[in-house]
């Protein structure tokens, strides 16, 4: 959600935190700071600390800086997300001791904020903010001082320990970042349960939430580990584990080549991350399908070719999927795709409630975390909570099979599991997720695939030459998808004029394009503020069609396949209740007479349909937000990785 970076090396450190906001700001948020330290005039020992903040944009912060300036080779920044008190300058981040010469980022949530601000305020101490976070930098002022008042040395090494004294009084989740006046050559940095990256530069380092501020930087990163500290001097890295140990590890390389966000000539970053989805379906089709036919495997010949183990196929006799937001919608259409094509008994589970209720224990389960950023707080505690109660029990059946889905692996999530599948789909700026989502569906057709090969015909699996005809088809999806995107963004932008007194909209759709109405609705939620839901079809006059009225439009997608009379039916349901019907469904003359607007569909096996259905719904949303002049990329109260529960 926030965004963190913090800079020490020999150049100015204003400039380099702020373009490494920037690049973060993506994240979403709704306020941003910086604080530097620069040596005093004429002193050889300590500096002085410079904190600029600003409600807003970015560029609000910008102008302040240029107005003002914050000199100083070492610094801080942040660009945060609300959660304790509202969107305002004097919440911002950073936040200051009483001295006004310690400063603090932090992203995350303190949960014991509350007793250890009653705590600080009995000593006296003034509080400026209404924030969880203000209440570190007053700990570690006086932590410091105790340390002082000892007669250690005020170094670089004295603020480590300082900071490593405070963590352990906080309850909860963060990453922050620690700068004091009094040390101008050195920052501390620490993580629990929120992502924090290290990047190696020549003769300079630079921490970061995500890897995009790290761009035009460095290539060369050292992910921190969950309960680590290091502090960071001109000189390297110190980094000790939770128990103050030092640890050695050694860089990694950023994985991917597109780190750097480029908008082209596209009007928002969204609309331009819906036209690349044809290039991210035919990347999937080059890395996962050969051209050339099936290839060999240690199962005999394979129609996918996924970089997975053998044993995460072995002994799988149910499957778990845990996500939330727009990745739980691919998992639901991935469950389906794991029942229909490998006869896998599947669930998609919230992993936000997964965590509080889990379901019993049962043997020879495979789970799957799905999180597009590899960071969203409640699938990683989800999967980790899993693996631990299952590691618990004597009986190898019940032993952890971990799996996930991202678009990050470097992410927590690689970290995490011993089984990954990237799905390459290319950093996504926009907040609303279009591509990821495509590469989150196209994983799980390989894993579907896959499943399907393995357990063959009699086991459950499908008929090996209809297997054999939905690779085909995925070979073809790409040009599908350019047809599609091409086609309907004219198509959609002239239709969104039509929503603009609009205030609820219904999506109906069944079986396997159920989720796809669901994830519909969401876009719109999401981007264009506009109150939609998502239906099954066929529940719609079990309660929702007492929404139905003129003023309700009704977004209907109607595929050929087992359910689409089933789905025109329910359609005519809503309008006869006077309901504007959209329909998302091939041309032909029972669509054309019954839609009112019709967003055409080339037809396509039932099953791969969800892949072509979700683009209308894209395209649609977008145009809506559009023409109502919203911020599309960022809207409002939404971050795009949600890294507190």
């Not at 660009?79 to 936040?95: I, L, Q, S, V, Y």
């Not at 904020?113 to 009653?118: A, G, I, K, P, Y």
């Not at 990163?221 to 290091?230: F, H, N, R, T, Y």
């Not at 937001?325 to 896998?344: F, P, Y």
């Amino acid at each position: 959600m926030c965004g963190i970076v913090a800079l020490i090396g020999s150049r100015e450190a204003a400039p380099q935190l702020l373009e490494g906001l920037r690049h973060l700001e993506y994240r979403g948020y709704d306020s941003a700071g910086i604080a530097t330290v620069a040596l005093a005039a004429g002193a050889t020992g300590g500096g002085q600390l410079h904190c600029l903040k600003a409600e807003g944009k970015l560029i609000n912060l910008t102008a302040r800086y240029e107005a003002l300036g914050a000199p100083g080779q070492c610094g801080i920044g942040h660009t945060r997300w609300a959660t304790h008190g509202k969107p305002e300058e004097r919440n911002a981040h950073p936040h200051l001791d009483g001295s006004g010469r310690l400063a603090v980022v932090q992203n995350g949530i303190i949960e014991n904020h509350r007793s250890l601000r009653e705590e600080l305020q009995a000593e006296g101490v003034t509080f400026l903010s209404d924030t969880d976070t203000e209440v570190i930098p007053h700990l570690i002022a006086r932590r410091l001082g105790l340390l002082q008042a000892a007669d250690q040395a005020t170094d670089a090494a004295l603020l480590l320990r300082a900071v490593q004294d405070v963590l352990p009084l906080l309850q909860g989740a963060y990453a922050l970042a620690v700068v004091w006046a009094e040390v101008p050559s050195g920052l501390v940095v620490a993580r629990k349960q929120a992502p924090l990256l290290i990047g190696l530069g020549e003769g300079e380092f630079l921490c970061a939430s995500d890897t995009p501020a790290l761009a035009g930087f460095t290539r060369t990163i050292l992910p921190m580990e969950d309960g680590e500290v290091a502090l960071l001097t001109p000189l390297g890295i110190e980094l000790y584990d939770a128990q103050g140990a030092r640890v050695q590890r050694s860089p990694s390389l950023l994985s991917g080549t597109e780190h750097v966000a480029d908008k082209r000539s596209f009007r928002h970053f969204m609309l331009k991350e819906i036209h690349e989805q044809p290039e991210t379906a035919a990347l999937w089709v080059a890395r996962h399908l050969p051209e050339d036919g099936p290839l060999p495997s240690p199962e005999g010949l394979s129609l996918v070719a996924l970089p997975l183990d053998e044993e995460v196929y072995e002994n799988v006799e149910r499957i778990q999927i845990l996500a939330c937001g727009t990745s739980r919608h691919a998992a639901q259409v991935g469950a389906h795709l794991l029942e229909q094509l490998a006869g896998i008994p599947t669930s998609v589970y919230y992993a936000s409630e997964f965590r509080y209720s889990p379901p019993p224990l049962v043997p020879h389960m495979l789970t799957i975390g799905v999180t597009q950023s590899g960071e969203t707080a409640d699938t990683l505690a989800a999967l980790a909570m899993e693996q631990e109660r299952r590691q618990l029990m004597a009986d190898p059946a019940f032993a952890p099979k971990l799996l996930g889905i991202t678009n990050r692996p470097e992410s927590s999530l690689g970290r995490l599991v011993p089984h990954l599948l990237d799905i390459g789909a290319g950093i996504e700026v926009g907040v609303a997720a279009t591509k990821t989502f495509l590469g989150q569906l196209l994983a799980f057709y390989g894993l579907a695939v896959a499943f399907a090969e393995r357990r063959g015909h009699g086991s459950g699996g499908p008929d090996p030459q209809r297997l054999r005809a939905l690779v085909a088809e995925l070979r073809g999806l790409p040009a599908l998808l350019q047809q599609l995107v091409e086609s309907h963004d004219q198509r959609c932008a002239d239709l969104a004029h039509l929503f603009a007194e609009t205030q609820d909209v219904i999506f109906l759709g069944r079986g396997i394009n159920y989720p796809i109405a669901m994830e519909g609705a969401l876009k719109l939620k999401e981007i264009s503020y506009i109150h939609a839901e998502g239906y099954p079809a066929g529940e719609m006059k079990h309660g929702p069609i007492a929404l139905l009225d003129a003023r309700v439009p009704v977004v209907s997608i109607a595929v050929p396949g087992t359910v689409f009379e089933k789905v025109l039916s329910n359609a005519q349901e809503a309008k006869a209740r006077d309901a504007q019907l959209i329909g998302v469904a091939p041309a032909c003359p029972d669509t054309e007479q019954l839609f009112d607007l019709l967003l055409p569909l080339p037809e396509v096996d039932e099953l791969l349909s969800p892949l072509l259905t979700v683009i209308p719904m894209q395209l649609l949303s977008y145009h809506i937000a559009a023409h109502r002049g919203l911020d599309v990329d960022q809207p409002r109260n939404l971050a795009k990785s949600v890294t507190v529960e």
